[in-house]
């Protein structure tokens, strides 16, 4: 397996997550201090358009200057919030979900009615 | 922001597309030691389905259980030997990216045609 392809495509999954993480922030920013502009940029954000996170900046860059560079500060500060805790996170919560396919797996196995015989006295 | 939350949440993502990952390593691996359950587990693993990696997990851990454990198993080794590289591909990354946006639009700026009349000689 190509750790390295895995590693960088991981990466670029990531921004784009934090990048429609970083619009949902300014979102609810703007709707305390300027609610037009807010939905506004909801309606911009649609779905389609945020699942290529920097194809969305470019085109918010070419309308909207301020907020593409306000939504680029914020999930430049998103990154280094989290990326400290990331890698224990993600290797903990790993572990436990995968303990705990385990253990449904176990559980649904002993609910099974016993076939064969019973053992003898 | 609640950056706990966006931490949390950024993980969970993170683990689904670890699963998904790991899920391609298993159908390469199985294409060279047995093509057949390479097919049955390509055909098993639709897009519906493996966006959601815990349910993907817990449906294959009931038609077949040793695909599943095994997927669990790379996954974790994914996750190990990713995430230490992970915090920094991602400032590293996201900064690039940014830098990018800006600069790209500098250059659409200056290649603006100048509008007003030509200062004077």
Excluded: C
């Excluded at 970083?22 to 703007?30: G, P």
């Excluded at 430049?76 to 449904?104: D, K, V, W, Y």
Aim: aromatic letters at 6%.
């Amino acid at each position: 397996m190509d750790i390295k392809r895995i590693a960088k495509a991981t990466t670029q999954t990531l921004i784009s997550y934090l990048t429609y993480q970083a619009v949902r922030v300014v979102i609810e920013q703007l709707k305390e201090t300027d609610p037009p502009r807010s939905l506004w940029l909801h309606q911009f954000s649609t779905q389609e358009r945020i699942q290529d996170g920097e194809g969305y900046l470019r085109d918010l860059m070419g309308s909207h200057k301020e907020l593409a560079l306000r939504i680029m500060t914020v999930r430049a500060h998103l990154a280094e919030e989290i990326s400290e805790f990331l890698p224990e996170m993600l290797t903990t919560e790993i572990q436990a979900a995968n303990a705990q396919h385990r253990r449904h797996y176990l559980e649904r196995l002993t609910q099974l009615p016993l076939t064969g015989d019973p053992p003898d006295p």
